[in-house]
């Protein structure tokens, strides 16, 4: 029985997380309808979250570029390397050359070898929109890491750090962008949330942060890459054309790309019609289901469990599900039980829901009779059903156990290690000022309009990069306990595009939307140095 509590808070995250995705907030107690084009709404927020909401349009007094240098050590594949850490602003200026505001970001940069030139480069951001880049840059791919490999990290201080010994910095030189609203970055002098904080608007500050330190530190010529990581991946498909340019985009800009990477998301290179949004994430059902032994293991492998999932889904369920109101009860409750065998929910669940299975209903359903409820950004987590709020991210399982010691360790590294002496917050992410009001490209441009290009779409800027740049390479990690963005949509996506396999590179991790985190670390980082290194030569003409 659902307490008036209980409905009202299932509302809330409801509304919430419509709110991230930009979809429509249906009304209390009906159902949530397709996806149109309409600027999404704030989700009920409390007194606490407007305390925090600023003056969209109110400018911030002019501010004087801040830069912190701090030189290092550290052992990377069994030799020592030394290198600069340089903490900066890169002042944004508008087409005027008036100031509009500042980038902080964090660039790694090795000491060069005798002889060696044109070391690659990595532009790296995490998504949101609203987040800044602590996780990758704590994460896996920094020299320095939040030390826990495990799933149950210690939630208070004192947080440790540690040399990371898989660091991506052995194959290239990283710069961790904090877009404006994130961590340090502001829009101040003539700049304005409009200016930002949109999807155009924040692939074009990206390409001119991007440009700008091209242009500073004289890397034109090297091997160029970027690695977004959930809107990441949105974003670098989005930046991935524009840096290009063309009549499109307004200016031939011709900046090349050796590779993509896609972290915990797809780019919006999927879009999968009718029925095939329960395809995408059944897999993630059995993955989860497999580490909670919720199903029968015996006699088979996790790669040959979650294969046979597959199999089921494609040739079972979503022909079933097709079928609708002419799947006879009989050949319901069988495909009812299979689906129980390889998703872990009892058969009376899966029937009740008429085999119609979403992420959410998932993670309440399958450790219901123990009273707990799944993370929804890594299924390996989990906190009791009892006592939610209804928060989609401070109440999920992962989100609300992994956030402090990655916060924690990470102030710690910037203020005492590298002596930022920033008197303000490092903003982690910003829901009220950025994310809730972020303009996901449903205002159709007069560009748009007048040569038939139609909405903005993410996966076919990603497409069109690729056929443009017969050279570049992408490459996708995802976690199998990923419900955010599920194994699954990346190979739909894959397929969907009609992307060159030869240049494709897929990953998937026994970890979450964040495919780092445990043990799946050091194997990701692996791969990915592995790609860069294969990218950065070209091919032989």
């Not at 995705?21 to 409390?46: F, S």
């Not at 939040?146 to 004192?158: C, E, I, K």
């Not at 294969?307 to 599900?321: H, N, T, V, W």
Request: hydrophobic share 40%.
């Amino acid at each position: 029985m659902t307490t008036p509590r209980e409905q009202k808070n299932r509302e809330r995250t409801l509304a919430a997380i419509l709110c991230l995705l930009a979809l429509p907030v249906p009304a209390a107690g009906q159902p949530a309808k397709p996806a149109e084009t309409v600027a999404p709404g704030l989700p009920p927020l409390g007194p606490s979250a407007t305390m925090w909401k600023g003056d969209r349009e109110a400018g911030l007094p002019d501010r004087p570029a801040r830069r912190f240098v701090a030189r290092r050590t550290v052992t990377l594949e069994g030799r020592k390397m030394r290198y600069a850490v340089i903490a900066e602003d890169q002042v944004m200026r508008n087409m005027n050359g008036e100031a509009t505001g500042s980038i902080f970001a964090f660039s790694y940069v090795k000491d060069p070898s005798p002889g060696e030139t044109d070391r690659p480069v990595i532009f790296i951001f995490n998504g949101g929109p609203g987040s800044s880049s602590v996780w990758l840059h704590m994460g896996i791919l920094g020299p320095r890491r939040a030390d826990f490999r495990d799933v149950t990290p210690a939630q208070v201080p004192p947080f440790a750090l540690a040399d990371n010994p898989d660091s991506v910095l052995a194959a290239a030189d990283l710069v961790f962008i904090d877009p404006v609203g994130t961590g340090f970055s502001r829009y101040w002098g003539k700049g304005g949330a409009s200016d930002f904080y949109g999807r155009e608007e924040d692939a074009a500050a990206t390409i001119r942060f991007i440009n700008a330190w091209l242009r500073k530190y004289k890397r034109w010529n090297s091997p160029k890459f970027l690695l977004g990581e959930s809107y990441g991946t949105t974003r670098a498909a989005l930046v991935s054309r524009r840096l290009m340019g063309g009549v499109f985009d307004g200016t031939l800009k011709g900046v090349s790309l050796n590779g993509v990477i896609l972290l915990g998301g797809d780019g919006g290179l999927a879009n999968p019609p009718g029925n095939d949004r329960f395809l995408i994430t059944f897999t993630t059902f059995a993955a989860t289901a497999w580490h909670h032994d919720r199903v029968d293991k015996r006699g088979r492998s996790f790669d040959e469990f979650i294969a046979g999932a597959d199999r089921f889904a494609r040739e079972e369920l979503i022909p079933a599900l097709n079928a609708g109101d002419k799947l006879d009860p009989a050949a319901k409750a069988a495909i009812a039980k299979r689906h129980s065998s390889f998703s872990g929910l009892p058969e009376a669940v899966v029937l009740a829901r008429n085999l119609k299975i979403t992420p959410g209903e998932y993670e309440e359903a399958l450790l219901a009779d123990r009273g707990e409820i799944v993370g929804h950004y890594d299924s390996r987590y989990v906190l009791p059903a009892q006592n939610t709020l209804g928060d989609p991210v401070a109440d999920d399982a992962a989100m609300g156990q992994y956030t402090a010691p990655f916060v924690g360790a990470f102030n710690r590294y910037i203020r005492d290690e590298l002596g930022i002496d920033i008197d303000e917050d490092y903003v982690v992410i910003d829901w009220v000022n950025v994310n809730f009001p972020f303009d996901h490209g449903n205002r159709k441009s007069a560009a748009n309009t007048a040569f038939n290009l139609g909405e903005g779409d993410p996966g076919a800027d990603l497409a069109a990069a690729l056929r443009r740049n017969p050279d570049m390479h992408l490459m996708s990690i995802q976690g199998w306990f990923d419900m955010f963005g599920p194994v699954g949509t990346f190979q739909y996506g894959m397929k969907q595009r009609g992307l060159p396999a030869d240049r494709v590179t897929a990953k998937a991790c026994l970890s979450g939307h964040m495919p780092y985190v445990g043990e799946a670390g050091p194997v990701m980082a692996t791969d990915l140095k592995a790609f860069i290194r294969q990218a950065s030569v070209p091919r032989a003409r």
